[in-house]
């Protein structure tokens, strides 16, 4: 039966495979045999493989061992966790924060946990799967609203009167690299008492001199907003966090399943994170570094002619209209020794070649790729 459906995927072009890299993450990764010019990671800021980060995590790894075989609320947890908790809470100006094992347990083991029967979901149809994922789990009426449609949602937020509210985005959409219209979206909760969910997945890190995108909109944290964000993209470390007033997380932790029933992350890996946060915290060049590189190459793509479909943020999408010519120019753009991923249905509708760059990147990579795109194109 599964050979069957694996034929009917390879015909439609839509298969895919595990990819082999024999390097550390970065701007230039080895796979197989081969090296590459890498635009494919959430390495945002090059702290993957950050000395600093690897010492604390030695230090962590020396202290604490390796496996914490059980969930936190037997034995799991380390004070590191607890620091680093503390340290979030701290970095996001909220009363408390809650340390997941993924961005992905995280937002199916949340949302579950704050919504009941009376609770009515708006998500922006473009969030990510795992929080609709969680919106499944949780079994609640969830109403879709158009792609950052302010006037959508709130058309859909005023026809449930007496039901509770939580409206959920992503800050930074992960294929089309915009933002959430996330100030005129608090005022919409405020109007019509919504619990607001940010998933701050791509802007930990980049978005409000890495603060988040809170900080990028100058709002401030209120109770009614529940921050979730990962350590595994521009922090370069694993694991997720929830941040909020400390009565929701005291709430989370006591209800959302992928907390409660899954082993705690190693102590050394919580090392990482309060390593990175730590570096951002005191070096803001990496930040600016990131969106110099990010304002270089989208601006040169504009002026080649390509279309960046709407792009905001160091994700950079080129649109490539069908899926033929995206697998093909990336296929030519591996040949040139560049990494830049195909990515179609059922993920996007519009196929397209995604370009993360990163603060690691130099001028000559952004011209590398810059020659090899006007090269294979169309
Ligand atoms: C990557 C991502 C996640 C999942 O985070 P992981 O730590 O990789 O599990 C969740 N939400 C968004 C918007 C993401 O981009």
């Known amino acids: 039966m599964f050979k069957q459906k694996l034929m009917i995927l390879k015909e439609k072009n839509l298969i895919r495979e595990i990819k082999d890299r024999r390097s550390p993450q970065g701007h230039r990764i080895k796979i197989g045999t081969k090296e590459y010019l890498n635009f494919s990671s959430n390495d945002y800021l090059g702290l993957a493989n950050h000395p600093r980060i690897i010492k604390e995590v030695q230090k962590a790894l020396n202290k604490y ?67 609709i994922d969680g919106c499944r789990l949780s079994k609640c009426n969830v109403q879709k609203y158009k792609h950052k449609d302010l006037s959508h949602l709130e058309y859909l937020l005023q026809k449930v009167k007496l039901k509770k509210k939580l409206v959920i985005t992503d800050t930074v959409f992960s294929m089309d690299g915009d933002i959430a219209p996330i100030r005129d979206i ?30 990028h909109f100058n709002l401030t944290p209120e ?21 909020g007033d400390s009565e929701i997380i005291q709430w989370i932790l006591n209800n959302a399943r992928s907390f409660m029933f899954s082993t705690a992350l190693p102590a050394c890996v919580a090392a990482a994170s309060i390593a990175a946060l730590k570096l951002i915290e005191k070096n803001t060049r990496l930040v600016k570094k990131l969106w110099t590189n990010r304002e270089i190459l989208a601006q040169k793509l504009v002026e080649s002619g390509f279309d960046i479909m709407g792009s905001e943020t160091p994700i950079i999408p080129i649109n490539t209209g069908t899926i033929e010519n995206t697998l093909r120019i990336s296929k030519q753009l591996l040949k040139k020794g560049i990494y830049a991923p195909a990515i179609r249905p059922p993920t996007v509708q519009t196929p397209r070649i995604r370009i993360n760059i990163t ?20």
């Not at 340390?99 to 149809?125: K, L, M, R």
């Not at 603060?359 to 169309?378: C, F, Q, T, Y």
Request: charged share 20%.
């Open 65 to 131: 061992g390796f496996g914490s075989c059980a969930s936190r609320l037997l034995s799991g947890g380390s004070s590191i966790h607890k620091s680093l908790e503390e340290m979030v809470a701290r970095f996001k100006n909220t009363e408390a924060a809650l340390v997941f094992n993924s961005g992905y347990s995280a937002n199916s083991g949340i949302i579950p946990s704050i919504t009941d029967e009376d609770t009515v979901i708006f998500s922006d149809e473009f969030n990510h799967a795992s929080i």
């Open 186 to 215: 608090y005022y919409l909760c405020k109007k019509y008492k919504a619990l607001l969910y940010l998933d701050d997945a791509h802007g930990t890190g980049v978005l409000g001199n890495g603060k988040g995108s809170l900080s």
């Open 223 to 243: 109770s009614w907003i529940i921050q979730m964000g990962t350590f595994s993209k521009a922090l370069g470390s694993f694991g997720a966090f929830v941040a």
């Open 359 to 378: 603060a690691s990147h130099n001028n000559e990579d952004i011209e590398k790729l810059l020659r090899a795109l006007r090269e294979v194109r169309l």
